[in-house]
């Protein structure tokens, strides 16, 4: 049973990753389209409940990460982290 429930965990922190990784590439998208507003709503949506998103913006250069901890987990002190990069497009913002 204990092999069972840690399998199950790892498959939801797995899923929670691939949720990760799409919120920051959506997030640096819709950023780098001049519309980071949208982004990081589009990310908090996609995102595990209480995942932190932070945009950074340099020059042309746009960076989102998302930080979050598997939710019901028997995998204590697990992390989620996922990182995008983008260009900033030609209509883009120019931050």
Same mark, same amino acid.
Request: hydrophobic share 35%; charged share 20%.
């Given at each position: 049973m204990l092999v069972l429930g840690l399998s199950l965990s790892a498959l939801s922190a797995a899923i929670a990753q691939v949720?990760?990784?799409? %919120?920051?590439?959506?997030?640096?998208? $819709?950023?780098?389209?001049?519309?980071?507003?949208r982004g990081i709503a589009a990310a908090t949506e996609i995102a595990p409940k209480n995942a932190e998103i932070n945009i950074n913006m340099t020059g042309e250069h746009i960076e989102v990460e998302v930080h %979050?901890?598997?939710?019901?987990?028997? $995998?204590?002190?697990?992390?989620?982290?996922?990182k995008a990069v983008a260009?900033?497009?030609?209509?883009?913002?120019?931050?």
């Open positions: 949720h990760c990784i799409d %919120a920051a590439r959506e997030a640096a998208r $819709l950023t780098a389209q001049g519309d980071p507003d %979050a901890t598997p939710p019901n987990t028997l $995998l204590p002190g697990l992390h989620l982290h996922a260009i900033r497009e030609p209509n883009g913002p120019s931050g």
